[in-house]
């Protein structure tokens, strides 16, 4: 077996994912990771998948593509190539919340922020509703970086731009934001 992560992009509408698993199965692979969403009408798709070895990327390709009419599934499939262990760095993971009044930059300065910082973004989620901006991100600080000073450092840019910028670990995020802990914890699990 192979492994490959693909991409597929188009617009949304009931059943994409199940014509992409079909398409898949039916090739004989095996769906080991799936990450989808919908943004502003579009749908997009990443999958971790294993096909058989005589299963070439245009096939893989071509598969997902019947699946949809002429045009309407974008696909892209790459091999997976496994990140080497001494570019595996060692990192705690916090997640990044930015509310507030939109405005232009926030994103760029947010992220031009981190990158200086060598912190990796994990997971990204921004919109805009009714000219409020949310920002949900999951970032791996590496270590030797002071979180404190990052969590300031963050705390100032929110100021900047006139929004509340807030940085934990996630065990706290999670603690505080999601119910199954916070029950556990009135339980005391």
Known sequence: MKDYILTVMAQDRVGIVRDVASALTELGGNITHV????MCGYFTLI???????????????????????????????????PVPESQIRKSERFTLTIVGK??????????????S??????????????????????VSIPEGVDVDDVRSEIENLGKEFEL??????????RATNEVRPVIDLQRGS
């Open 102 to 115: 939109d405005r232009p930059g926030i994103i760029a300065r947010a992220t031009e922020h981190l990158a």
């Open 35 to 38: 990450s989808q969403t919908v």
């Open 164 to 173: 509340t910028a807030q940085l934990q670990h996630e065990n706290i995020f």
């Open 117 to 138: 910082r060598n912190i990796n973004i994990d997971d990204f989620y921004a919109y805009v509703l009714d000219g409020r901006f949310v920002m949900l991100v999951q």
């Open 47 to 81: 999958i971790s998948v294993q096909v058989p070895d005589k299963c070439s990327l245009l096939e893989i390709r071509q598969a997902i593509e019947r699946k949809g009419s002429v045009g309407e599934l974008e696909v892209n499939v790459r091999p997976y190539e």
